[in-house]
């Protein structure tokens, strides 16, 4: 007690700590509806009623407001019937707005004036007053079903605005009609998000408790009275109703993605009567039996809403999307039913998002629905032929990078959810791991598969394209896929399956880069980029090339995996402290600089890399700072997007104290918990408590920490708490115990790691001209801990010597001498470096020969497989192609390409010349659309085709070519054929400004 009271540990009060009763209460919906950073702006949590995994999320949508609404509006377009807190404009279909007076020529764009002041927003209902109108809407929902009672004024003139065609995104089609004086039946057709190709269809019902008295409706360009049977893009109708006897106009309103028929049967099933008060009391009890899953006690009343609030933010998504016979839409469009176990079809899963911890927290507190959801999943695939990545109803978007359901299904798994498919699971987890879709179709599992395969990695310059090229990302995600499929593996009778993935989980070794001590992007040669680890983005570009979302020193801990062999190749505990201690300095700081970002998935984990570096005080503290600066009660109380709940449910996991820490397992790594005691109510009727008497805001240092009962000195929970229960005692206090758990870290996992990685120094193109040579460093880092001695070899190409050109590296890196002949021709020339004969990872030195007339000259020739020397084409939604004889046939009015910017880097102007061979057919008239140095999609000259049937090559000439990126995909250029055209080869020659000058095409 003595030394506990040296360090600020008081004894706390025998008083006991009442736990909450009603979680529900906690709840502020309003939380998370402004914005979260100028990285991210807004974060996109909706205000109005649900519950929980809702398939009806009916809430006010402002206008601007890309995912419904923000807290900064003060006009409402309407009460929409679905929402998600998206990165991406999408969802609000069929906003509902009731208005008092004359329509107007422009209903469509009629809004409403609210104050603050007037809304209330509690879990499962929703009211605001309309002041343009002067009308009160109060609302409550059930799982697909609504119900609304609008207070209008005394007026002949009361109106329901159906906007049907005024999805957020847009609509593809959209109808509605009357079906008697009462109701009205329609659908609307959207899609597209994040720009991808794809749609669905909502249907639905509106049914209101007394006849209207008119009707009209509008196309989107003319308004026509007396009739209400109409469809288009952005159709809508009109309803009118008398309240000067009766104020009140009550609406039910439900939705099917099947069809109308499903969605009037859900709203008889769920809200058969007019009364919003039993509605209410059942959303509100659905909330409570959810929330009460966890029990906290003590706390600031801020810290109880903020915790309850992101606890329910975390159990809105995935949404239902079976109907209530069991009915739902399948990815293949056709009708099924869910077969039992399984009692619900779910949808909208931002998997890159919510494989970090959401999976976890749904599956340890609802293990039946996440067994649903975990089936949900496989039913797609099955329907699909592929498991998705950011499912959209009943449609793949394609968004984000990873074959992100493989670590979500296995968290799923590992935290109690057993009763769904894992056979088929993982039948079509190998898929991805294996397969490459066939051409033409437009979805990847995995991107880039077949060379990951082959390499070990993605390479950066044969990877795909987000906001930047994506090699090194798309390398460390797929080894933490492959881990994770190992784990499911396992655990699921297949332990060859396991071994082979858990050996594949190890690739991200390949991308780390000892000479910076870095995971960094490399290159099909095997080359890293040049420069240092972190090199700062160009103006207005979302992220360090190869990472998506992100950069180089955010992504540089994302191997949850293996943290040990990752500390130990950065150079051991004392050096990545250091190096943390610097990234923690910013804890929101956006994907353009080297700190933490909070506000984003890639570091979630971060904050616990201390509990791996011996010092954990340091995850304690860094935890609570987040917490407390970036996390509140209040519209702008989160960092980033929620993200379908995946922000929410970190700050419930930090202010329980642990965290899932490696997607497939049940590694819980601590921090410390904010609340005085909590209870974590399993499904197998056990309890988790938590007792911290002394927990406080300013309190999160751990001094003592026991597990039922006797002294816990590690910072990760044994996984058998999961599912026996268990009682932690944690002593907390203000100042840090320097000693407590510094040399018990969570698990890394090694199998199939190597010991050591080779690197080569330079990195990037090293500039030489014929008969000089270099100096070059080839060095190895330790990976296992131990004294590995490597022997290394040289395998230059003719015209490149190595001096010497093997040799042996005990610990220390040797100096080579790398010679260019006279007669070496211009172009790159790959030196690959081999380690212990290619047992371990190598390197490569890329010698970069100059052309003496000082033009760079590259190509690609189109095939299923294109041939690139320095130029490649890049897919984006608006210009893909497929193969056909002799090259690729465009499928969209475009096809781009970028010249690599070692050659041409952007900033300067450069004259450029680009020949094309293609096929002449028909009468189309065509140009090139190039990055300007003023303009991103500045034409060229055109050329019409004569219609011959026969190869035909075509020149242009760019002056001023910038060549800056800026189109889309982050090309330099495209070809503005429209669909249908067949191109062979695209060659470019390039001089003046500050050009390279290497002939990368054959024969230039």
Not at 194 to 201: D, N, V, W
Not at 448 to 466: A, C, H, I, L
Not at 756 to 767: D, E, K, L, M, N
Not at 794 to 806: E, F, L, Q
């Amino acid at each position: 007690m003595a030394a506990l009271l040296v360090l600020g540990v008081t004894t706390p009060p025998a008083t006991a700590v009442s736990l909450v009763t009603d979680p529900v209460s906690h709840v502020d919906p309003m939380i998370g509806t402004g914005s979260g950073g100028e990285s991210v702006g807004q974060i996109n949590n909706f205000p109005g009623p649900a519950v929980p995994f809702g398939m009806l999320q009916w809430s006010p949508d402002t206008p601007g407001a890309y995912a419904g609404y923000h807290y900064d509006s003060d006009k409402i377009r309407g009460f929409s019937l679905t929402h998600a807190s998206v990165g991406c404009t999408q969802y609000g279909d069929v906003p509902i707005l009731p208005i008092v007076g004359d329509i107007g020529t422009t209903p469509w764009n009629r809004t409403e004036t609210f104050s603050h002041s007037t809304e209330t927003a509690k879990a499962g209902e929703y009211a605001v007053t309309l002041a343009d109108s002067n009308v009160r809407v109060d609302m409550t929902s059930a799982t697909r079903t609504g119900l609304s009672s609008y207070t209008f004024p005394a007026t002949d003139q009361a109106r329901v605005l159906i906007k049907a065609g005024a999805s957020l995104n847009g609509n593809k089609a959209a109808s509605l009609r009357t079906t008697g004086d009462r109701t009205v039946v329609g659908s609307a057709t959207t899609g597209d998000f994040c720009g991808k190709q794809h749609s669905y269809t909502v249907h639905f019902a509106l049914e209101f408790d007394r006849p209207f008295t008119t009707v009209g409706s509008w196309d989107g360009t003319t308004v026509k009275p007396g009739t209400l049977d109409v469809s288009g893009p952005r159709s809508g109708g009109y309803l009118t109703f008398d309240t000067r006897t009766d104020q009140t106009v009550k609406a039910k309103v439900a939705i099917s993605f099947v069809g109308t028929e499903g969605a009037q049967n859900n709203m008889r099933s769920e809200i058969p009567g007019w009364d919003l008060a039993p509605i209410k009391t059942a959303a509100k009890k659905l909330w409570h039996d959810n929330l009460s899953r966890i029990q906290v006690g003590g706390g600031t009343p801020e810290h109880l809403r903020t915790f309850y609030t992101a606890l329910y933010h975390s159990l809105l998504y995935p949404t239902t999307f079976s109907d209530v016979d069991g009915r739902y839409i399948g990815f293949d469009n056709q009708i099924h039913a869910v077969r039992a176990p399984q009692k619900v079809q779910y949808a909208n899963f931002s998997l890159w998002d919510t494989y970090r911890c959401l999976a976890a927290l749904q599956a340890l507190l609802r293990p039946d629905i996440a067994s649903d959801l975990a089936q949900s999943l496989v039913n797609d695939a099955e329907q699909f032929g592929w498991l998705p990545k950011w499912p959209v109803m009943n449609s793949e978007s394609g968004v984000m990078s990873g074959d992100n359901a493989t670590p979500f299904l296995a968290s799923l798994h590992a935290f109690g959810a057993r009763n769904f498919d894992t056979a088929k699971a993982l039948q079509y987890m190998l898929k991805g791991a294996t397969t490459h879709a066939p051409p033409g179709f437009a979805y990847q599992q995995r991107q880039g598969v077949v060379d990951y395969q082959k390499f070990g990695y993605v390479p950066n310059d044969r990877s795909e394209q987000g906001h930047v090229r994506l090699g090194g990302s798309q390398t460390l995600e797929y080894a933490v896929d492959d881990f994770a499929l190992s784990r499911f593996a396992a655990a699921t009778g297949k332990p060859e399956v396991a071994r082979t993935y858990a050996a594949r989980g190890q690739n991200w070794q390949n991308v780390f880069d000892g000479g910076t001590g870095y995971l960094r992007p490399k290159d099909s040669t095997g080359a890293f980029p040049a420069g240092p680890g972190f090199v700062p983005p160009k103006p207005g570009q979302f992220g360090q090339d190869g990472f998506d979302e992100g950069n180089a020193a955010q992504y540089n801990y994302l191997v949850p995996q293996n943290m040990a062999s990752l500390i130990t190749a950065m150079g051991g505990r004392d050096a990545v402290n250091q190096r943390a201690d610097v990234f923690f300095k910013q804890l929101n700081a956006g994907p353009n600089v080297p700190y933490q970002w909070s506000g984003n998935e890639v570091d979630f984990a971060t904050p616990w890399l201390y509990d791996y570096t011996g010092q954990p005080w340091k995850t304690q503290e860094v935890v609570r700072r987040i917490q407390t600066q970036l996390f509140s009660a209040t519209p702008n109380g989160e960092p980033g997007n929620d993200d379908l709940g995946a922000q929410s449910s970190w700050y419930v996991w930090a202010a329980l104290g642990a965290y899932p820490v490696t997607p497939g397992t049940t590694d819980l790594a601590l921090a410390s918990p904010l609340f005085q005691k909590a209870v974590i109510h399993l499904a197998n009727g056990r309890k988790i408590t938590i007792n911290a008497p002394s927990a406080a805001a300013d309190k999160p240092y751990v001094q003592k920490l026991t597990l039922n009962g006797r002294t816990w000195n590690n910072t990760a929970l044994p996984a058998s708490i999961l599912r026996d229960g268990g009682t932690l005692d944690f002593a907390l206090s203000a100042q840090p115990n320097r000693t407590w758990a510094t040399t018990s870290p969570p698990p890394s996992y090694s199998e199939g790691q190597k010991g050591a990685i080779g690197y080569t120094s330079p990195t990037g193109q090293v500039v030489a001209t014929q008969g000089t040579s270099f100096p070059a460093t080839i060095g190895t880092v330790d990976a296992d801990g131990r004294a590995d001695t490597v022997r290394w070899t040289a395998k230059p190409p003719p015209g490149i010597t190595v001096t010497p050109s093997s040799g042996v590296l005990n610990g220390q890196p040797q100096q080579v001498t790398i010679a260019v002949a006279a007669d070496t021709p211009s172009g790159y020339h790959p030196v690959p470096i081999t380690f212990d004969d290619g047992a371990l990872p190598g390197g490569t030195i890329t010698v970069t020969v100059a052309a003496a007339d000082g033009r760079a000259t590259t190509c690609v020739t189109l095939s299923a497989t294109d041939t690139e020397c320095g130029l490649q084409r890049r897919d984006n939604d608006d210009g893909r192609s497929e193969p056909v004889d002799g090259g690729r046939r465009t499928l969209n009015p475009y096809l781009y390409f970028a010249v690599t910017d070692d050659l041409v880097p952007p900033g300067s102007a450069h004259t450029a010349t680009i020949t094309v061979d293609y096929l002449d057919q028909g009468t189309t008239t065509w140009n090139v659309q190039y990055d300007s140095t003023t303009e991103a999609y500045r034409g060229s000259q055109s050329v019409t085709n004569t219609g011959t049937g026969t190869w035909k090559q075509a020149t242009f000439t760019l002056p001023d070519a910038g060549f800056g990126n800026r189109q889309n995909a982050a090309s330099d250029f495209r070809l503005s054929t429209g669909p249908g055209f067949v191109i062979g080869k695209v060659q470019v020659a390039v001089s003046g400004g500050t050009v390279l000058p290497i002939h990368l095409c054959p024969g230039t």
